[in-house]
């Protein structure tokens, strides 16, 4: 069962958050205060979401889409990364895609029961590489659509952005649905593979009908 404590690393982007949104306070600075206790709130969802559905979090995905949260609210907006580091949105929408693919794996495997010769690897892989990329689609239809009605600027340079936001969510979800393929085939891509397995164990019950590969 997973651990009901809040991982060290969580704990201390909490910290942090709080003691910015204290400083904002005492200096005035409104919206850095408005971001900081936003970000703070939403750090707090996906254990509550997860709950919510009846499944279990294991640490390390919890950690991970905590320090997302962080680095693309708080670090891209208050700290300016966005404008400061060319790399960051690019590593941000990789690392998204990369995880929706992997999740989108966690998914499909889970409505088939966890029986991993229901469907052949590479129909699961393309499933869910399907749903990494739609997701990647539907933020960008996001982004225009604020930046049509409410005269935002969340695509910056346009049709550019867009294809490149793209181009990069396309690369993250192949390698998370094809590390769901190596993970049915008993191999490994990086730490991707042991952090689905950590995943399906924590979740069990989901996944009854899984066994092992000969």
Request: glycine share 8%; with cysteine; charged share 15%.
């Amino acid at each position: 069962m997973l651990s009901k404590a809040s991982p060290i690393v969580v704990l201390i982007v909490q910290i942090i958050l709080l003691a910015e949104a204290v400083t904002g306070l005492w200096t005035q600075a409104w919206s850095a205060v408005f971001v900081a206790l936003a970000t703070l709130g939403l750090t707090f969802l996906p254990n509550r979401f997860a709950r919510f559905l009846g499944i279990e979090l294991p640490r390390t995905i919890l950690t991970a889409m905590v320090v997302f949260i962080f680095a693309t609210l708080f670090l891209g907006e208050v700290a300016d990364f966005y404008e400061r580091f060319w790399w960051w949105d690019v590593a941000l929408h990789f690392s998204s895609a990369l995880s929706f693919g992997a999740m989108g794996f966690l998914l499909i495997f889970m409505l088939f029961e966890g029986d991993r010769y229901a469907a052949p690897a590479w129909a699961l892989a393309a499933l869910a590489f399907c749903v990494g990329l739609s997701i990647g689609t539907l933020w960008e239809i996001f982004e225009f659509t604020m930046d049509q009605v409410f005269g935002m600027n969340m695509q910056k340079s346009g049709l550019i952005d867009t294809m490149k936001d793209l181009i990069i969510d396309t690369a993250g979800a192949a390698i998370g649905a094809f590390s769901g393929y190596l993970y049915l085939k008993g191999r490994q891509f990086g730490g991707l593979g042991a952090v689905l397995e950590q995943f399906v164990q924590a979740n069990r019950r989901f996944y009854g009908k899984l066994r092992k590969k000969k």
